[in-house]
């Protein structure tokens, strides 16, 4: 595919009207096209955030715990600060955060600030920007996010268990311009695999999930509870961050009798809201909802449910109070301020293919490969910040593959090759079997970056490499 197009590019002197049949228009160059969707991009979000010079500092100690996930039973966890999920982390745009990891677990640590632009330093990735954290150590990350939004953070070591164990929490940068819903909640969604007493099952990376969709347990929970009720009251309007710290499991939360819109997918605020519709919420994947209680549910419990896949499941239920309603809160919904919509985008040739697999062989029997390479077998594909670029993730695989790249947000532009129009960023995409998904990207933030499957097993058994942005 790349090779035709770099040799169909060269022939065509970079024009590509005749390979397109754009009859009648005068030629464009491909640099001229990028160009145009440059502009577009332009003021999207910041190439920079200017520190305010507020210092919020935070100390995080990692280790284990005990917890009630099914009460009266306890369930042996790795957590921060002794909770799962770990603590919810509130700064403002512009504030600095400085946070001392501790790693008190019998390994060593990091962590990954994941949909956060930090400096390339502060990424938390062994092999590609930071020496694991070992067992007694600590490390201090310091930086200053440069997009509001819900982020989350967890550990890029031995992820598949550390992360299932517990490691996890929520990172909120605040922008002072939203407006103030009557609540806002903080939804972890998890999913656990646990043994008959209640415990973490200990087997991690087995066959039975490589050659599946990484490990899906049989205890979904938010926040650490099992159906969890959430008190509301009727005519409020809230705000629920939504993130998925599940190994593998995709979830696609559905509300009954409640019109949910999102206003942000990954962090980002998105063009403008639009229905909460079969939206898959794959792992590493947030959606910030604003839900209206309807003031004739006073005195409902409304169920939230799980819809992907065969099973439906119930994941919470909303207690509206019987009480008398309270006024809904009258305000647009906060929107990005400027958003490209790249429509001409798949007009330019992919300059890289990422084709999904596996193979035989490895450390696990099976091996997830990204260009037939099992990580670190692979080269970084280099771009240069500021320039759009058309990559295509082409899974040739029968599982799943939600691909998560660090430190850049993208656009998904085609899906089978067709153009589809999504009017959010990402940070990460859910790939189907046999799918192909083409991104639009202009990085900004410079150095090496992971690119990887978030499904924790299929990374752990290969299928991550780099991206390198000068
Ligand atoms: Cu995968």
Redesign the pocket.
């Known amino acids: 595919m790349k090779i035709t197009h770099l040799v169909l590019s060269s022939l065509l002197g970079f024009c590509l009207s005749s390979s397109l049949g754009v009859a009648g228009q005068s030629d464009f160059s491909i640099s001229d096209l990028k160009k145009e969707l440059k502009n577009e991009f332009t003021n999207s979000y910041p190439e920079q955030q200017k520190p305010t010079g507020k210092i919020k500092s935070f100390e995080l100690v990692a280790a284990e715990n005990n917890i009630g996930i099914i009460p009266p039973y306890k369930t042996l966890v790795w957590a921060y600060n002794g909770m799962v999920p770990g603590p919810v982390i509130r700064i403002k745009l512009g504030d600095t955060l400085q946070l001392k990891l501790i790693n008190n677990l019998p390994q060593a640590t990091t962590i990954h600030w994941h949909g956060i632009r930090v400096p390339n330093a502060m990424d938390g990735v062994p092999g590609v920007t930071q020496a694991p954290v070992q067992s007694g150590d600590s490390f201090t990350y310091k930086f200053t996010p440069k997009d509001a939004g819900t982020f989350w953070f967890h550990p890029h070591v031995n992820a598949a268990e550390q992360i299932e164990r517990g490691l996890h929490g929520v990172l909120i940068v605040e922008d002072p311009d939203e407006p103030e819903y009557s609540q806002e909640f903080v939804w972890v969604l998890d999913d656990w695999l646990l043994t008959k007493d209640w415990q973490v099952s200990a087997n991690f990376v087995t066959r039975h999930d490589l050659a599946h ?2 490990r899906w347990g049989n205890v979904l929970t938010i926040n650490g509870r099992y159906q969890p009720i959430f008190q509301v009251k009727a005519g409020e309007r809230i705000r629920i961050r939504m993130i998925n710290v599940a190994n593998g499991r995709v979830f696609s939360p559905a509300f009954a009798r409640l019109m949910p819109y999102v206003i942000a997918v990954d962090g980002m605020l998105t063009e403008a809201p639009f229905p909460l519709q079969e939206f898959y919420v794959a792992p590493g994947n947030r959606v910030d909802l604003d839900i209206i209680i309807p003031k004739s549910l006073a005195g409902k419990k409304l169920l939230v449910q799980n819809l992907y896949g065969r099973q439906k499941s119930a994941l919470a239920f909303l207690q509206v109070a019987a009480e008398e309603a309270v006024e809904t809160p009258v305000f647009d919904s906060p929107r990005a301020i400027q958003f490209p919509r790249w429509a001409d985008a798949t007009k330019l040739p992919i300059e890289h293919e990422y084709v ?1 697999n596996a193979k035989r062989g490895g450390v696990y029997g099976i091996s ?1 490969t990204i260009d037939d390479k099992i990580w670190p077998e692979n080269a970084a594909y280099e771009l240069t910040s500021g320039q759009f670029y058309s990559l295509r993730f082409t899974n040739k695989s029968s ?4 691909m998560h790249l660090h430190g850049q947000f993208f656009k998904v532009i085609a899906k089978n090759g067709k153009a589809v129009e999504e009017r959010y960023w990402r940070d990460t995409v859910l790939i189907g079997p046999k799918q192909s998904i083409d991104i639009g990207i202009i990085p900004l933030d410079k150095g090496l970056w992971a690119n990887h ?1 978030h ?1 924790l097993e ?2 752990e058994a290969g ?1 991550m490499t780099t991206i390198k942005v000068k």
């Open positions: 969709d990484g999904l997830w599982r799943l593959h939600p499957c499904i299929h990374a299928m």
